[in-house]
């Protein structure tokens, strides 16, 4: 038996239930995993309150550290005893112990901490796609990043400023700005104030950027588009605030503008396409990025985390210990 949280319909937070769920032995191609810390994620809001429809009573949540229990047969990969974090597959992160298949595990080197892991299997896999396979960044380019004191943005700002790029960031608070700045955001823009696209405008000169990723969706939908220089990409990879609208190709035209929704599903449909972002993202934290785990909740207490990721109170990564 492991304890999870599960839910039996979806919701508010409210409808999260700590209870006891029987695990039992992997089946072929699976392993059972004890699990040591699991990270918080925007996803696992939209898994909660019923934007991704699922069967149900289900546990949620989509990533964690642990160590191997147990094998079922054909398992090569991994072996019993091993550190591993994974990203994706079914939801049922947060439990104690879970089934999971052996492929899409991600073996832990040594010197990534099982609260690094957590806190970043699925942010920082993301900014490792985000950055290399869907926009790569070259030195010397100006983006703009939403949401940049948070998860994905804290990790975001450190890996652009090693590339050499120039990072607007836009973020709800003074607080957040600083948090940002200290991250490697050279212009923090309060948007909660401020019309983010007149400041990109200024900083860039009216010439706009080349890129902006955007993990806040509804929004900021329009300021972006407008943000964007001539032939740009806007890199719709969230919705914070909401989904952003339907795409008139008319709004594209005038600047020849690209827009793409990518996910982490496809980018970790493989193992290959797994560990490559994966080795990435180990290297950048061994070169000094750091995974702010700046909250951290007992699972049973999964509500509270919930609320405060969306009432936008938390910055860096949040994980729960089990
Ligand atoms: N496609 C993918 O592969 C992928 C993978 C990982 C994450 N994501 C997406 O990336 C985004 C960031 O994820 P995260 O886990 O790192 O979260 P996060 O950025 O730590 O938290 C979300 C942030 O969004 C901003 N926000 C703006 N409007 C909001 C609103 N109306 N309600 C709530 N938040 C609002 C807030 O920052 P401010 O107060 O500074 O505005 C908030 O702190 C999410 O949209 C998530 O779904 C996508």
Not at 21 to 43: F, K
Not at 59 to 64: D, F, L, R, S, W
Not at 103 to 122: F, T, V
Request: hydrophobic share 40%; net charge negative.
């Amino acid at each position: 038996m492991a304890d999870a949280i599960t839910i039996h319909e979806q919701g508010g937070p409210e409808v999260m239930r700590y209870e006891e769920v029987s695990v039992g032995a992997p089946g072929p191609g699976e392993v059972r995993l004890r699990q040591t810390c699991i990270g918080l994620n925007y996803i696992d809001v939209y898994q909660r309150a019923g934007v991704y429809k699922f069967d149900l009573p289900a546990c949620i949540g989509m990533e964690a550290a642990g160590v191997v229990e147990a094998v079922g047969d054909g398992v090569e990969v991994v072996k019993v005893g091993d550190r591993v974090g994974y990203v994706m597959g079914a939801p049922g992160a947060y439990a104690t112990e879970r089934i999971y298949p052996a492929e899409r595990l991600i073996p832990l080197p040594d010197d990534i901490g099982d609260e690094q892991a957590a806190g970043s299997m699925l942010k920082g896999l993301t900014v490792s796609y985000l950055l290399r396979r869907t926009f790569p960044v070259q030195a010397g380019q100006t983006v703009l990043l939403h949401a940049a004191a948070g998860g994905v943005g804290t990790i975001a700002c450190q890996w652009l400023k090693r590339l050499g790029a120039t990072v607007i960031g836009t973020v709800g608070s003074d607080e957040k700005a600083e948090i940002a700045r200290a991250h490697g955001c050279d212009h923090p823009i309060v948007y909660t104030r401020e019309d983010f696209r007149a400041r990109v405008m200024e900083i860039t000169g009216g010439e706009g950027v080349p890129v902006v990723y955007d993990g806040v969706g509804a929004a900021v939908f329009e300021g972006s588009l407008g943000a964007l220089a001539r032939f740009g990409t806007l890199v719709h990879f969230g919705a914070a605030s909401g989904p952003a609208p339907a795409v008139d190709p008319k709004l594209l035209a005038p600047k020849a503008l690209y827009f793409t929704r990518p996910g982490l599903a496809p980018h970790t449909a493989t193992r290959e396409l797994t560990l490559d972002i994966a080795d990435a993202l180990f290297q950048k934290i061994r070169e000094g990025v750091k995974i702010e785990i700046n909250q951290s909740y007992d699972l049973k207490d999964a509500a509270e985390a919930h609320r405060a990721l969306e009432a936008r109170e938390t910055t860096g990564s949040t994980i729960f210990r089990v």
